[in-house]
Each structure stands twice: as structure tokens, then as C-alpha cells.
């Protein structure tokens, strides 16, 4: 039956070949200017110290990567959630990025192809083109270079250079797609690299409930909300100071001792790719943008809940670090003694944070012509096979 | 009578008349901020206030009225978080006696231009007065005593005075991290664990700490034992030190009367200093061109922490020195000095002599104007800059987005703003071919109105002429770009 499906869809792609069309208008909360997409906020507006992109409520962020084509970014769209990218047809990017699940996977561990479980939790996308390492031990300093990990991990998406290029190439739709958005670069690896990072750029999350209050529309913010905001910000608990504003990330790697899921072994985050013995379990502050849609939490999905999570960081400074392990705990991890009111106000600013107006849309079809959805539900409906692999212990 | 006409004209050019709101005893500081704008003085009596006040709006100041010795007294039970946050630009608080606050006394995240003087804290819990984030700031005159961290932590900050505070009975009197152009000057800090402290914190998104001048201080038996919270960075400054450079650039110190620290009057050391915390390659850890002017400087090192006293064991004394440079990077000749031969000292055996001799030439840090400050703002701005940030992302003028163009929901509601103000509020599919619209319901009905009249005067000779095809007139009356 399945086979069927993707004979008739292959058929179906080919007679649509003709109305491929990429969008020439920018994705919302970019603005044409000669011909590339340049981003635009209110927060465009402000200043930073330092220009380092953070501090408080009216502040500027980090430099955005844009300058992408329209054309480069919608590319980028139909891979991003086309299957044809991994090495067996299952999953796409969106398998682990889903957009509902505010581009995760609402796993505590990912699931690549052949229901293989990858080390760690995926990170959402929103924003991702402000920051200046990715992964969460922070080894890659670009969107090209990070996505080479995905592709080409065996436990994920399971791809090779040359099968991804071969595939591409061999479907016209692509070859044509290519052309409309690098003319005569046409399709390479690196064309692939750049259309997948200024689609992943263009996702854009900065008109929450939250931004406007930053703007001065205060009325926006109910008074626990705008308590929980204190709170986040109190040099007690002590939130802000790496969840920075706007992005709510400094950017910097954290070494908090959170537990790990029952059975695994001490991940050590960024010794990994430094070996750094200081930096033994430590991990890059992620975005709490959209944080509401991302549970499970941390790098391994420990924590169910919002509440859960804020709880850990008044239990103790390094409560959960495994005996016999010694870890250089971060400075702001203490003893706040925030009370359950606290934790609940903390959960309600959160939430506050939850911005999706500028959602791309998810394709109905896609060049290769397999199946967009059932990507989408890869981790859904995979068996999982536990297997270790990888650069964590 | 020149000058009489200037003043004349200059109280005639003030666009809006500031005012005074008085907060009285029994009544709340923070709903007076809440109804303050731009330019308002609040005016606190004397009186208890258990709350935390926090100012996300530019301009306002809030002062304490002194009466006869009675103080307002902002009072945290060991239970409130932070006595004031503040964020906006141009914040000047004043003249408060802050006391038991569990975070901070006055605690500020990206306001510049902002003053905190006049005002007396005790144990407020971590710090006293945290600026952070912020550019151009005045400290000064303030007493702060009992804090278990920083009395005074200017943080990630530029341009910054910190003059005429005393700071005691605290684990470090005044903390200058990872902030350039800072002017210590005239403190006196006094029977803290250590008296100044100008660093680079690892591991911080600002990395660098320069330009600094600390000068004509009273750094005075700062040998209180250690009482900040484990883990934290400053539980781990030895007792007994007047000063510290640790991993900062272009510092120099100047007249200042340091004595009786019983562990060193001077440490220039790197971010070694500091151990089990995580490494940070962006931070560069030496401390270089460090400059000791004169000062004045006796009875200290009467009785060192333990690696100070091995370290001065091996030049035969058993007491520390007035100037200790620990390590290899901090005992090279790009730091100076001048008449080192009047201090006792270790590992300066290297440093060159000081090519000047004083830095009077600089009288001020702060900016000769205001870093930045933000344009007053009216209800139509606001309306303005919220369309062009929201709705503007998805509605172009006369353009297909992700919505449909500007023109074509004119040509549909040209005369009913309402309309469009509650379909903002419900959004239902209404155009086959474009997405789902996300609720603006969080704005008040008062601001999607207008935001919807403002998209209906998008460029208004366009809606003329849609109108004029209608046979009406449009509800428009502002004009606008």
C-alpha cells in the first residue's frame, strides 16, 4: 500500500513539475530591500551595550543572519520538510523540528531513521538565526556547519554527501528550484547548506505578549505574569542573568547539574568537543522563546513539566550531581528558596513568552513527492531501539 | 536680563511640565509608577513600604523625602526579592533607606543614564546597588552596609562614576566586572572581607573590563571573614585584601590610603584566582598594563591567608605585602609603578615605572551628553510603531504576504475600524487562499481601534479614491506615511 502511495505521489510530482514556483515576497518579519530579505523589529530600534544583543526590555538583539533571497528561503522551506533528505526517504528535518511542537519533537531524546535514538533533546528553531553556536554543547558556530551533524549521523538522518546531492539531482523539480534561487551556482552541497540556513533563519518569534509589554504596552501582561516577570528578573532567582532578554539566552555555556533520565550516564556537554574538564556538563543556556511548546526540558528531557524545570533551580546548588562526580556548578545555580507561588508565577511569565504569528507553512507536497506528514510523524509512530552512539558517554 | 530671556525661552520650549506624585505612608510606591510618565518625580514620605518596585518606563525619578531625620524606609522582611528593579533610561532613585530585601537593593537591567545617590541600604541580601547592562551612570553618596556579596556591583556596564559611597561590614565593598571607562573615586570602604574589586567574571556575555581609575579612596582594615553564599564567585576572595585587579586592562590606581588589610593592601593577580569555575577561552585572563601611581599605604599583611604567607616565606617574612602580583602575567614590565621602593611588595620585581603621574586630567567617566535616550513617545507612535512591527509583517500595502494587502482590507472596511478591531480580537477564516490569522485579543479594545483606523489610513489618497468608487467618505483623519 505504502509503496503504491509513493509511485502515485512520484507520478503526481512530475505532472506538477511545471507550477513549481518559489515565493518572491519575504517570509513575515523580513523586508525586501535590493532584491535579499533584510529582518525587521521594533527591536531593530534599540541599542545594546557593547552591541552584544541582550540586557533588558527595550534592547537590541545580536546581529540576525539575513540577506538571503526570498527565493533561497522558500528553497530552503521545501527541504527542510522534505523526507528525500535522509538517507532512507523516513524522516525529515521537521521529524525532530516539528512547527506545532514549537520546532521540537516533544521527545526527551530525538528519533533519526530506523527508530534510532539520538543523544540528546532537540532544540527548537525559533530564533536560531541570532545565535552564534549551536548544538547544545555548543560545537558548531554556523547553521551550515550544524546541519551537517544531523544530516549525516547515522542514528539521524542517516544521509551521505553524495547520496543527498544525487537524489536532489536526479529529481528536476529541484534542479529547476535551484536554478530560480541561485541562478547559475545551481544545486551543490553548499546551495543545499544555504537554503536550509535561511529558511531556518527566517523563523522568527518576537511578537509575544511579552515583546509588547517590552515595548511599553504594559496592559498586555496580567499582574501575575508581570510578578512572574520580577521574579525571572530578581537577582534571587536569578533567571534573567543567563536567559537574557530579547533572546532570553546569553549565549554562553552553563554548568547546572540536572539530572539525568534513570539509566543514563553523566552527559558531559561541552568537555566533549573542548576537553575542558571545567566544562564537564556544561551546556548552552538555550532560548526560552516558545518554551511552553518544547517539553520535555534540558539536554536530555529530564523534565516533563515548566514546573518541574523551575523547581530544579531551587532545590539546591548541585543536588542532582551523581556522587562521586565533581562538577565547576555555575555561580548563579544557589539556594534561592523561591516558594511554590514563586515557581507557579515563574510558569506564568513563561508562558507569556509563546509567540507563532510568523509560522511558515508547511508544504502540502514537496519535490520528491514523499509524504510531508508522515515525516512529520516519524517520531510518533517509529519503535524506538534504544542505541548509544556518538560523542556522549 | 540676556540671561533672563534664556531661561525664559528654555521653560518655554519644555514640552511636558513634569510632575510631582507623593506617595504618603500606608500607600504603594509601585502605583505611583504605574501612573507616572515621562519626567515625573515621585516623592516618598516618610514612612514603611513593603513592596518591590519595578520601573520598565524612561524618565522617571523616585525620591525619598527626609523629614527631621525620618527616612522612607523600603522594608523586605528577609522575604521580598528585590527592593527596585528598573530597566528604563534616565531612572534616578534617591534618598531611600533600603533594608532586608533576599536580591538586591536597587538592581537596574539595561536603563542608561541612570543616578542612584543619597541613599542608605543595609542588607539587602546579594548586592546593594547592581547596575547592569547600563551605560552612563552615577553612584554616589550612598551608605551601604551588610551585604553578603557586592554592597556596590557595577556589572557589564560603560561609563560609569561610582563617588562618595561608604561601604562596610559587606564581603566586597565596591565590584567594577567586566564594565570599561569606570571612575572609582573617594569611597570609603572599610572592614568589608575586600575593599574594590575590579575584575573580568568568565563566562559573561560582555568579556572585557578596562579604562578604570580608582582613586583617593580610604581602603581601611577590610578583614571581615568571608560570609558570602557557597559557590558564589566572591566566596572565594581571600579575607583580609584592599584591592584586587584580577584578569582587568588600563587600570590605575591613584592616591588612595590603603592600610590595615591583613592579607595584602593590592592583589594583581589573573582568573586564576578565582578556581573551580568553568573556563571561558573569550575571556582573555591576564591582567595588563596596570598602573600603581601614588599612594599611600601601610600596616598591611599583619596576618595573610596561608598562600600569601608561603609566598612571602620565600623572601623571609612572615607578613604580606602592601602589593602582591601572584602570578607570572601580572608580574610583567607592562604594569608600572612609581616610587615602588616605599611599599612592601611581592612579584613587582619586573614592573617598569609609570611614564605619568597622575590622572586628575580625567575629572568624569560620564558622557557629556545622554547615552541614547529615548524619544518621547505619543499615542500615535505608539500606534504607529505597533503596526509596523506586527501587523506590518504580515500586511503590505498594496503587496500579496502572508495576509492579504493593506488596500484590499481598506477597500473592505473603509468605514468600519470596528470591524477590523474585532476580527483582531476573534480572527475566522475569511480568505481561502491565505493562512489563519493569529489573535491579537491581548491588546485592549482601545488599541486594536486604533491600530485599525491607522491601517485604514495607510496612505490615504489611495482610500480617497476607494472611497470615491463607494460613494463615502473614509473615517480618516490622521495623515500618515
Known sequence: MRCWLVVLSL???????????????????FVSDSGVC??????????????????????????????????????????FFDPMLSGDGSVSCASCHQP????????????????????????????????????????????????????????????????????????????????????DKGLTLDTIYTALAAFEASLISLNSRYDLYAHGFHEVLSEPEIEGMNIFRSFVARCGECHTPPLFTNQQLAVLGTPEPAGRPLDIGAEGPTGDRSLRGGFKVPTLRNIELTAPYMHSGRFKTLRETVEFYTKGRGHAVPEGEHLSIHWHIWDPKLTDTELDRLVDFLKTLTDQSFMPVIPERVPSGLSVADALDHSETVESTPVAMGDSP | MKKITLLLSLLLCMPVLANDIVVKDGESIQAAVNKAVNG??????????????????????????????????????????????????????????????????????????????????VDT???????????????????????????????????????????????AGIEIENTRHALVE??????????????ITPGLPIKTAYDIIVRNNF???????????????????????????????????????????????????????????????????????????????????????????AAMLTKFKTTGPDILANVGSAQEPDNCILNAERYTSFGIGKWSKCDITTTADVKTYLLPADAAPREIETDADRVARLYKGICAGCHAYNL????????????????????IADYLANPVKKRPDFPPMPSQGHLSEELRLKVAEYMLCLSPKKLEAVAATQGQVAKCEKPSN
Open chain 2, 400 to 419: 500579496r504576504m502572508i495576509g492579504p494587502p493593506a488596500m484590499a482590507i481598506q477597500a473592505q472596511y473603509y468605514d468600519n475600524p470596528q470591524g
Open chain 1, 100 to 183: 506545532d511542537k514549537g520546532f521540537t519533537d516533544g521527545r526527551a531524546l530525538s528519533r533519526g531513521i530506523h527508530g534510532q535514538t539520538a543523544e540528546r533533546s532537540a532544540p527548537s528553531l525559533w530564533n536560531v538565526g541570532f545565535l552564534q553556536t549551536l548544538f547544545w554543547d555548543a560545537r558548531a558556530s554556523s547553521l551550515e556547519q550544524q546541519l551537517l551533524g544531523p544530516l549525516y549521523a547515522e542514528h539521524e538522518m542517516g544521509n551521505t554527501p553524495e547520496q543527498l546531492l544525487a537524489s536532489l539531482r536526479g529529481n528536476p523539480i529541484y534542479t529547476d528550484l535551484f536554478k530560480q534561487a541561485f541562478g
Open chain 2, 186 to 199: 573617594n569611597n570609603y570602604a572599610h572592614n568589608n572581607t575586600a575593599g574594590i574589586l575590579v575584575f
Open chain 1, 11 to 29: 507520478c503526481c510530482a512530475a505532472a506538477w513539475a511545471d507550477d513549481w514556483r518559489l515565493k518572491t515576497v519575504c517570509p513575515p518579519g
Open chain 2, 219 to 309: 581602603v581601611v582594615n577590610n578583614n571581615t571573614p568571608n560570609f558570602g553564599a557557597p559557590g558564589s564567585i566572591v566566596s572565594k576572595v581571600p579575607v583580609g585584601v584592599g584591592m584586587v585587579v584580577m584578569a582587568a586592562d588600563d587600570v590605575k590606581i591613584e592616591g588612595n590610603i590603603i592600610t590595615g588589610n591583613q592579607t595584602a593592601g593590592i592583589v594583581i593577580t589573573d582568573l586564576a584566582f578565582v578556581t573551580d569555575v568553568a573556563s571561558d577561552t573569550e575571556s582573555e585572563p591576564n591582567p595588563d598594563n596596570i598602573q600603581i601611581l601614588d599612594n599611600l599605604m601601610f600596616n598591611n599583611g599583619a596576618d595573610p591567608v596561608a598562600e600569601v604567607k
Open chain 2, 40 to 121: 515625573d518625580v515621585i516623592l516618598v514620605q516618610p514612612g514603611t513600604y513593603r513592596e518591590s518596585v519595578y520601573i520598565d518606563k524612561d524618565n522617571i525619578t523616585l525620591r525619598g523625602v527626609v523629614v527631621e531625620g525620618e527616612w522612607p524606609v523600603m522594608e523586605g522582611d528577609h522575604k521580598l526579592n528585590d527592593a527596585i528593579l528598573y530597566s528604563g533610561n534616565n531612572v534616578t532613585v534617591e534618598w531611600l533607606k533600603i533594608m532586608h530585601y533576599k536580591g538586591n537593593a536597587i538592581m537596574g537591567q539595561s536603563g542608561n543614564n541612570y543616578v542612584i545617590r543619597n541613599n542608605w541600604i
Open chain 2, 125 to 171: 541580601g546579594v548586592y546593594g546597588i547592581f547596575p547592569q547592562y547600563g551605560k552612563n551612570g552615577l553612584i554616589e553618596y550612598n551608605v551601604l552596609s551588610g551585604i553578603e556579596d557586592a554592597a556596590i556591583y557595577v556589572g557589564m556596564c560603560d561609563n560609569v562614576d561610582v563617588k562618595h559611597n561608604e561601604v562596610f561590614d559587606s564581603v
Open chain 1, 38 to 79: 533584510r529582518f525587521s523589529s521594533l527591536y531593530s530600534d534599540y541599542p545594546s551595550l557593547q552591541d552584544a544583543g541582550m540586557g533588558g526590555l527595550k534592547v537590541g538583539l545580536p546581529t540576525p543572519r539575513d540577506g538571503f533571497t526570498a527565493q533561497q528561503i522558500d528553497l530552503g522551506r521545501l527541504l
